[in-house]
């Protein structure tokens, strides 16, 4: 059984720094494109950023380009996401995602598999 399991989430003044991790369960992560979507109140989801199945190709929002970084820890079997600079925007709930050989896709009907999401709050 597929599971996505995020951590790390959480309050943290503007400026400040947050890393979430989405450990996966049920299948091999280096056989999967790996993604982070984000939904703040009242819109819709978006794109953050992913890595394709090999982990070679990455793409990022450009909202977030330069301040976050998508890796992948195979050994582990978890994907992190390192938030630098946050800013109040950056506020929501977010999904960690999974498409088995897949690529590094901004669409949200990519993905097979989501994570149940995790709450990040930055305050100004």
């Known amino acids: 059984q597929v599971q996505l399991v995020e951590s790390g989430g959480g309050l943290v003044q503007a400026g400040g720094s947050l890393r979430l991790s989405c450990a996966a369960s049920?299948?091999?992560?280096?056989?999967?494109?790996m993604g982070w979507f984000r939904q703040a109140p009242d819109k819709d989801r978006e794109f953050v950023a992913a890595?394709?199945?090999?982990?070679?190709?990455?793409s990022y929002a450009d909202s977030v380009k330069g301040r976050f970084a998508n890796a992948r820890v195979v050994a582990k079997n978890t994907v992190y996401l390192q938030m630098n600079s946050l800013k109040s925007e950056d506020t929501g709930i977010y999904y960690c995602?999974?498409?088995?050989?897949?690529?590094?896709?901004?669409?949200?009907?990519?993905?097979?598999?989501w994570g149940q999401g995790n709450q990040v709050t930055v305050s100004s």
């Open positions: 995602v999974a498409k088995y050989r897949g690529r590094a896709e901004v669409r949200t009907s990519a993905y097979d598999y």
């Open positions: 049920g299948f091999t992560l280096s056989t999967y494109a």
């Open positions: 890595m394709d199945w090999t982990g070679f190709i990455t």
